[in-house]
C-alpha cells in the first residue's frame, strides 16, 4: 500500500455500504442510541434560501457525500504531506475523530462524527450503545479508538440493520464504492471542524460566531463551497455530490 494512500487495506473487515439516504442513516443512529429528537435531512440547496428554509435550525452536523475524484485526492495529499498524525485524545480534546479501518464503513464514521461532536452529543440517550462507545472512546488515542470501533459488535450489528433497509438493494461488501462521507462539526470553541477518517486528523476550518450553525453562511464558505470551487475549477466535470444535515426531527 501506497504511504499516502488512505485507504484501508485488503484483509481488513469490510461492511456493506450505507446508502446515501437520510432514513437509513437516522434508523442507524436510532438504534445505537442517539434521541429521536434529532434525524438526519436532505438540503436541496445551499443557494436557495426557500429550499434552504426547509431544513429545521439549528443544524448540528453536516455531511457531505460525494465520488472521490482526482482533484480531491491532490489536494488532500498536499494538505496532509506536513501533517503529522494526529494523536488527540481524553477530555482536553476539542472534536472526537475516528480514523477509518473498516472497509466501506466511511458513511458509518461521519455518522458518529456527528453524533459524537458539538451539541448533538448531548442527545444521546444515557445507557446506550452509542453512550458507552463514545465514553469508552474518549481517552482512547486514535489507533486504539480505531479499534474499539472495529471490534464493537453493537455497531457491526446496527450498521447490518440500518444498510438492509434502504430504498435500493444494497451493493456487496466485497464492492468498490466510490461515495465518500466528510462530516462538519462545530465545537463548543466555535470552531468549525472538518472529519473525515482517511484524513490523519481533524481539521479545523476556521471560527464560526456563537449564533452561527454548520449550515450558516460562513459555514458554508469555510466548508463545503471551498471544495467546490476546488473540484469546479479542475475542470472535472463530475460534480456529483449531496448534502445531509443532523437537525430536529420534524416527526
Same mark, same amino acid.
Request: proline content about 6%; hydrophobic content about 40%.
Given at each position: 500500500?501506497?504511504?499516502?494512500?488512505?485507504?484501508?487495506?485488503?484483509?481488513? @473487515?469490510?461492511?456493506?455500504?450505507?446508502?446515501?439516504?437520510?432514513?437509513?442513516?437516522?434508523?442507524?443512529?436510532?438504534?445505537?442510541?442517539? =434521541?429521536?429528537?434529532?434525524?438526519?435531512?436532505?438540503?436541496?440547496?445551499?443557494?436557495?434560501?426557500?429550499?434552504?428554509?426547509?431544513?429545521?435550525?439549528?443544524?448540528?452536523?453536516?455531511?457531505?457525500?460525494?465520488? $472521490?475524484?482526482?482533484?480531491?485526492?491532490? &489536494?488532500?495529499?498536499?494538505?496532509?504531506?506536513? @501533517?503529522? %498524525?494526529?494523536?488527540?485524545?481524553?477530555?482536553?480534546?476539542? $472534536?472526537?475523530?475516528?480514523?477509518?479501518?473498516?472497509?466501506?464503513?466511511?458513511?458509518?464514521?461521519?455518522?458518529?462524527?456527528?453524533?459524537?461532536?458539538?451539541?448533538?452529543?448531548?442527545?444521546?440517550?444515557?445507557? #446506550?450503545?452509542?453512550?458507552?462507545? $463514545?465514553?469508552?472512546?474518549?481517552?482512547?488515542?486514535?489507533?486504539?479508538?480505531?479499534?474499539?470501533?472495529?471490534? #464493537? %459488535?453493537?455497531?457491526?450489528?446496527?450498521?447490518?440493520?440500518?444498510?438492509?433497509?434502504?430504498?435500493?438493494?444494497?451493493?456487496?461488501?466485497?464492492?468498490?464504492?466510490?461515495?465518500?462521507? $466528510?462530516? &462538519?462539526?462545530?465545537?463548543?470553541?466555535?470552531?468549525?471542524?472538518?472529519?473525515?477518517?482517511?484524513? @490523519?486528523?481533524?481539521?479545523?476550518?476556521?471560527?464560526?460566531?456563537?449564533?452561527?450553525?454548520?449550515? =450558516?453562511?460562513?459555514?458554508?464558505?469555510?466548508?463545503?463551497? =471551498?471544495?467546490? @470551487?476546488?473540484?469546479?475549477?479542475?475542470?472535472?466535470?463530475?460534480?456529483?455530490?449531496?448534502?445531509?444535515?443532523?437537525?430536529?426531527?420534524?416527526?
Amino acid at each position: 500500500m501506497a504511504e499516502d494512500n488512505p485507504d484501508v487495506p485488503a484483509g481488513k @473487515k469490510r461492511f456493506i455500504p450505507l446508502e446515501n439516504n437520510p432514513e437509513v442513516m437516522s434508523a442507524l443512529v436510532h438504534k445505537l442510541g442517539l =434521541s429521536e429528537k434529532l434525524a438526519f435531512h436532505d438540503v436541496f440547496s445551499i443557494d436557495e434560501p426557500e429550499l434552504l428554509a426547509f431544513v429545521p435550525r439549528p443544524a448540528h452536523a453536516l455531511l457531505l457525500v460525494f465520488p $472521490v475524484s482526482e482533484t480531491y485526492e491532490k &489536494f488532500r495529499r498536499q494538505e496532509d504531506a506536513d @501533517k503529522p %498524525e494526529y494523536k488527540g485524545h481524553g477530555d482536553g480534546e476539542e $472534536v472526537v475523530w475516528y480514523k477509518q479501518t473498516i472497509a466501506n464503513a466511511c458513511g458509518l464514521i461521519g455518522l458518529l462524527h456527528g453524533v459524537s461532536n458539538g451539541t448533538a452529543r448531548a442527545n444521546i440517550q444515557p445507557d #446506550s450503545d452509542l453512550a458507552k462507545l $463514545v465514553q469508552d472512546a474518549i481517552p482512547l488515542k486514535p489507533a486504539e479508538r480505531a479499534d474499539l470501533l472495529y471490534e #464493537s %459488535e453493537a455497531l457491526e450489528s446496527a450498521h447490518q440493520s440500518a444498510a438492509a433497509g434502504g430504498d435500493t438493494s444494497a451493493p456487496a461488501a466485497e464492492d468498490h464504492v466510490d461515495l465518500h462521507y $466528510v462530516c &462538519f462539526v462545530k465545537s463548543g470553541d466555535n470552531n468549525l471542524w472538518e472529519l473525515d477518517g482517511r484524513r @490523519k486528523g481533524p481539521l479545523n476550518r476556521g471560527k464560526l460566531s456563537a449564533d452561527e450553525d454548520v449550515l =450558516s453562511e460562513k459555514a458554508l464558505d469555510l466548508g463545503v463551497r =471551498s471544495f467546490l @470551487k476546488r473540484e469546479s475549477e479542475a475542470g472535472g466535470g463530475d460534480l456529483r455530490f449531496s448534502l445531509i444535515t443532523l437537525a430536529e426531527s420534524l416527526d
